[in-house]
């Protein structure tokens, strides 16, 4: 199986485990993710405003030269997924947005949202199978108590997203289980870290993920996975004393569970 991969800014830097456990674990399941060509960032956020196009044109590029590909385009990245699916939906959707974009653009052939966007959980969920995958786990994760942690922007806006049900989520907790773990449920695995806040209130991005930490921890949790690096830096950067747990990305459970590399990189 063969899908075009947007990767996205963080994923360069701060977020290189998400990246590079995402790579090596496609490979040992038969997937090859290519990088597409000159990509640019996404924005980061989808502005609401109809009539803010530029912020946005990023997106559409992506999306079209998958469509160029004949490919579907799986993302890894939260945000980066939240924003090429909104931006999909509205080049699908939106006449006015649509032909403003593609105006701006100056494509060979319009982009109307014919791209697929799959994010990499609901590939290893609908294409790979969870129960095919649980076959492949070299190093069960048994014994471990795992919570999700699912955020803001993986699942909502719900109708757009189409991921899994935005209140009562199942899709990382089956993952957590496919690798032998068990899935931690607390009340607190969809609601907001503090998001982008911290970079002017520090102290309100820390109340909010010390919430979600002490919630997690009452329940069991030994440990929370998620998909967005933001998420991990607020739960981790600005977690309060005596609150701490670690948060690691959904990737490299998923290495380390496969035994590749990537997982005993990350050991060192």
């Known amino acids: 199986m063969v899908y075009a991969y947007y990767p996205g800014c963080t994923l360069k830097n701060k977020a290189q485990q998400l990246d590079r456990c995402a790579r090596q674990s496609a490979l040992a399941l038969g997937i090859e993710l290519q990088e597409l060509p000159e990509w640019q960032c996404c924005g980061g956020a989808y502005s609401m405003a109809q009539d803010e196009i530029a912020s946005k044109l990023a997106a559409v590029r992506a999306l079209a ?10 993302t890894l990245c939260s945000a980066c ?54 076959k492949q786990v070299q190093h069960p994760l048994t014994g471990q108590k795992i919570g999700a942690y699912y955020g803001c922007l993986l699942l909502r806006p719900g109708k757009v997203m189409q991921m899994d049900n935005p209140e009562n989520p199942q899709i990382l907790e089956d993952f957590i289980r496919a690798l032998g773990a068990q899935p931690v449920v607390y009340a607190s ?4 870290c503090g998001g982008y806040v911290t970079l ?15 919630d997690a921890a009452q329940m069991g949790a030994g440990l929370l996975v998620t998909a967005c690096p933001l998420c991990l830096y607020n739960l981790t950067k600005n977690a309060p004393a005596g609150r701490e747990l670690p948060v690691v990305y959904f990737t490299q459970l998923l290495a380390q569970a496969l035994g590749v590399d990537a997982a005993r990189e990350d050991e060192r």
């Open 81 to 134: 997924h939240n924003v090429l699916k909104q931006a999909n939906r509205d080049m699908a959707e939106n006449e006015e947005f649509s032909q403003k974009a593609n105006n701006y653009l100056k494509l060979d052939e319009p982009y109307r949202g014919e791209t697929r966007v799959v994010h990499f959980l609901e590939l290893l969920r609908d294409r790979v199978g969870f129960d095919q995958l649980a």
């Open 65 to 74: 030269a998958a469509k160029e590909q004949g490919r579907e385009l799986v």
């Open 200 to 214: 002017e209130d520090r102290a309100l991005a820390a109340k909010k993920s010390g919430a979600v930490l002490e």
């Open 189 to 192: 695995r969809n609601e907001c």
